[in-house]
T-cell receptor, first 114, second 115 residues
């Protein structure tokens, strides 16, 4: 299993550009989430999904869109990048069950908006 | 609203010292999960433990131990005989409503273990 994969690993955008951060998991997990990590802020939840076709907002959703057309993929779209979106983005997946203990995190995407 | 407070921003110890990382949480949920994750300098997030709100047993795993006290809303993490490889940022997180996919993270504690 590859686990949770994210592409790209690094990205530089100009203000106003749009892009999609890709996230995929091969563990057949129902739940997927996007977090951003800023220095001194911990991780903050952007959006999450409890299954294909179902998404919801987290703590900091503004400026981001998500969709979940398949169980495996959960892309995060930046509509019009702003310098405040400079961050490290982590995708995570999990399943809900008695033996499920953790969210599995991807390696992260480091995004810089100039 | 959920909140996780890690009051210690940075801790520096000498190898072989014991160190405790504090975590205090706030939630109105009766069912919830608490987590600890480690983020080494390489940047990935490494799962350490999950504890559910109904289980106040302390847990020990090798040099790691966790003390969960509902009465004080705390879930502290102790590393015994610290090693240089323990140097990392440690995050405490809270899963609301018993979820493990909507986590509220603390701001993290940077632990530096010096040789």
């Amino acid at each position: 299993n590859a686990g949770v994969t994210q592409t790209p690993k690094f990205q530089v955008l100009k203000t106003g550009q749009s892009m999609t951060l890709q996230c995929a998991q091969d563990m057949n997990h129902e739940y997927m989430s996007w977090y951003r990590q800023d220095p001194g802020m911990g991780l903050r939840l952007i959006h999450y999904s409890v299954g294909a076709g179902i998404t919801d907002q987290g703590e900091v959703p503004n400026g981001y869109n998500v969709s979940r057309s398949t169980t495996e993929d959960f892309p995060l779209r930046l509509l019009s990048a702003a310098p405040s979106q400079t961050s490290v983005y982590f995708c995570a997946s999990s399943y809900q069950g008695l033996s499920s203990y953790e969210q599995y995190f991807g390696p992260g995407t480091r995004l810089t908006v100039t | 609203a959920q909140k996780v407070t890690q009051a210690q921003t940075e801790i520096s110890v000498v190898e072989k010292e014991d160190v405790t990382l504090d975590c205090v949480y706030e939630t109105r949920d009766t069912t919830y999960y608490l987590f600890w994750y480690k983020q080494p300098p390489s940047g990935e997030l490494v799962f350490l433990i999950r504890r559910n709100s109904f289980d106040e047993q302390n847990e020990i795993s090798g040099r790691y131990s966790w003390n969960f006290q509902k009465s004080t809303s705390s879930f502290n993490f102790t590393i015994t005989a610290s090693q240089v490889v323990d140097s990392a940022v440690y995050f405490c997180a809270l899963g609301s409503g018993g979820s493990n996919y909507k986590l509220t993270f603390g701001k993290g504690t940077l632990l530096t273990v010096n040789p």
